[in-house]
């Protein structure tokens, strides 16, 4: 079939789900580029402050990551990824309210609550929409479809900028609510997620997760991943134009490369990598993250006429990685965990990316000050520890985990060894 030659998973009933995470995904990178703008230009606030409300209603949200997963092995997926929908598009809405530092937190504090809880909630849903040995397939194909969203939400933004001028910030927060609202309604009326099996498991509750150090070591490995990821948001822009002096204009270029790179090849990437194991495919995903960051360190020595050309092809390496990286560690952590228990587990999951949000800017910008190579160094070495993290783990991850098709017997007699 076309869907299997194309790296894609059976579709049939789910159009409504793809639609929800289009949707969301256009809302979202509609309002991006003016997140900031919108409270220091309309609503008078300094940037210190916007940033200090902002990062107080992300550290907030902590535990709302473990009563998610609570709430998701309870009452489901799906219902919690509503819930987290309507929570945003309530906190977006009542950001055309905000007069101070106050309400700010206070509305923020829904947003990033919500957000919290629709990540923590999404990866499971996923999970139960795509049948077993198509995760991989599902988990990429929502990574594409997403980024493809956010990528027409920006182009989108900039025309509404030039036709609405100073109207256009809250034309974008009164659609990324709707958008969020409308995704929501997708769901309720348009999905239906598997059913869940009854189990003795979720009485250990998280105590479960805290006695299984491979799946501890796996959330671990992946904080190193996710600052590889988060690095091309936090380290281009500033790279490229205050250490390489390359013209702003380019950053845009390059990002809206690698969105298209993404948007179009990630299904082809996850069909060529399913005669091999998950864990192999993050090391390599890992491998080329190293590349990547190193040749961008040695971009100081590319003569100036080359330097645009290598930057945006050594781009392509940070790409693969990510088309690696985003189905294969999703998977193999939904099937690394019991399924009475996933909710919790894949909600533990998301602390990695909280830890990388976390840490990524301070890092990034402590060592950017001492020398501007220094934080792509410090990248490449965290990629090369989590892959050895992966390395490690791999014979003791559950074999279902490893392989997106039948395991096979030599593989099998291979971890035995």
Not at 40 to 67: D, E
Not at 99 to 107: E, K, M, P, S
Not at 210 to 218: M, V, Y
Request: aromatic share 14%; glycine share 8%.
């Amino acid at each position: 079939m076309l869907s299997t030659k194309l790296g894609l998973p059976q579709m049939k009933g789910t159009i409504c789900f793809m639609l929800a995470a289009f949707i969301d995904a256009l809302g979202s990178g509609i309002f991006s580029p003016f997140s900031l703008l919108y409270f220091k230009v309309v609503v008078g606030l300094p940037l210190p402050s916007i940033g200090l409300a902002l990062s107080i209603a992300m550290m907030a949200t902590l535990i709302v990551i473990p009563i998610t997963g609570i709430l998701v092995d309870h009452i489901g997926a799906k219902r919690v990824v509503m819930i987290a929908q309507i929570l945003q598009g309530l906190g977006f809405l009542g950001y055309l309210i905000v007069t101070n530092f106050a309400t700010l937190i206070g509305f923020a504090l829904l947003v990033t609550s919500g957000q919290s809880m629709f990540w923590s909630a999404y990866f499971t849903l996923v999970a139960e929409v795509g049948k077993p040995e198509e995760r991989d397939r599902w988990y990429g194909l929502v990574s594409a479809v997403r980024i493809s969203g956010v990528g027409l939400g920006g182009l989108f933004a900039g025309f509404v900028a030039a036709l609405l001028a100073n109207n256009v910030y809250r034309f974008v927060i009164i659609f990324n609510a709707l958008s969020f609202f409308l995704a929501a309604g997708l769901v309720l009326f348009g999905v239906s997620a598997s059913p869940r099996r009854s189990s003795s498991e979720p009485t250990q509750g998280y105590q479960a997760i805290l006695r299984d150090r491979p799946f501890l070591l796996l959330i671990a490995a992946n904080a190193c991943f996710a600052l590889c990821s988060n690095f091309i948001y936090l380290a281009v822009p500033v790279y490229f134009t205050v250490a390489l002096k390359i013209p702003i204009w380019f950053i845009g270029v390059a990002l809206a490369f690698n969105t298209v790179l993404i948007a179009t090849m990630q299904t082809f990437v996850v069909r060529w990598l399913e005669p091999f194991r998950r864990t192999r495919s993050l090391i390599a995903a890992a491998g080329f993250w190293c590349t990547w960051c190193l040749a961008s360190a040695l971009a100081f020595f590319i003569p100036r006429f080359l330097l645009i050309p290598y930057l945006l092809l050594i781009v392509c390496l940070y790409g693969l990685a990510q088309m690696i990286h985003t189905p294969a560690s999703n998977a193999l952590s939904a099937l690394s965990s019991p399924e009475a228990l996933r909710g919790r587990y894949l909600a533990a999951f998301q602390y990695s990316f909280f830890i990388a949000n976390i840490i990524g800017p301070s890092m990034f910008t402590s060592l950017f000050t001492i020398h501007p190579d220094l934080p792509w160094l410090a990248m490449a070495c965290i990629a090369v520890a989590g892959g050895l993290v992966i390395y490690w783990i791999e014979p003791r991850l559950p074999r279902r985990a490893l392989w997106v098709r039948e395991e096979p017997a030599e593989a099998t007699a291979q971890l035995r060894r």
